[in-house]
């Protein structure tokens, strides 16, 4: 069930996403929050850091293991802008996240429900639970707007 909280907490993952678009990143931010508080946070850095598993999600897993001291981030909810690619995804039942929201659906990479399942694949020995589409309109904006810079670009 969606919340108001997670519909803020989206909201502070814009800010971040927005902050990834001003480095030529595509915008996707995210946090991570642990009873009640942010412990992790990320934006994209793959053109940034020139570093291809730098999305942020991950940015954003490892900055939550080192505030709490341990990989396994049980307890732990992940917000992120757009759903979770397979890398992403995969990272997160890893690390035992208990829930995953996030804003857009990803057509293209999605597997959180789109394209594929990894968050709730019945073989993997955890399944957060997941919460699609939080503020997705607000999200989607976002991306389209930066895509058609970049088109424009050209």
Known sequence: ???????????EALA??????????VPVGA????QGRVVGTGSNRTARDQDPVAH????????????????????????VTLEPCAMCAGAM??????RVVFGAWDDKAGMAGSVGDILR???????PQVQGGV?????GELLRAFFAGRRADR
């Open 56 to 79: 942020a999600e991950m940015v954003a897993l490892r900055a939550a293991a080192a505030t709490l001291g341990t990989w396994r981030l049980d307890g732990c909810t992940l917000y």
């Open 93 to 98: 039942v890893l690390a035992r996240v208990d």
């Open 1 to 11: 069930m969606r919340s108001v909280r997670d519909e803020e907490v989206i909201r």
């Open 121 to 127: 694949h019945p073989r993997l020995n955890h399944q």
């Open 135 to 139: 503020l997705a309109a607000e999200c």
């Open 16 to 25: 971040l996403a927005a902050e990834a678009a001003q480095h030529g990143d």
């Open 31 to 34: 946090l991570v929050v642990y």
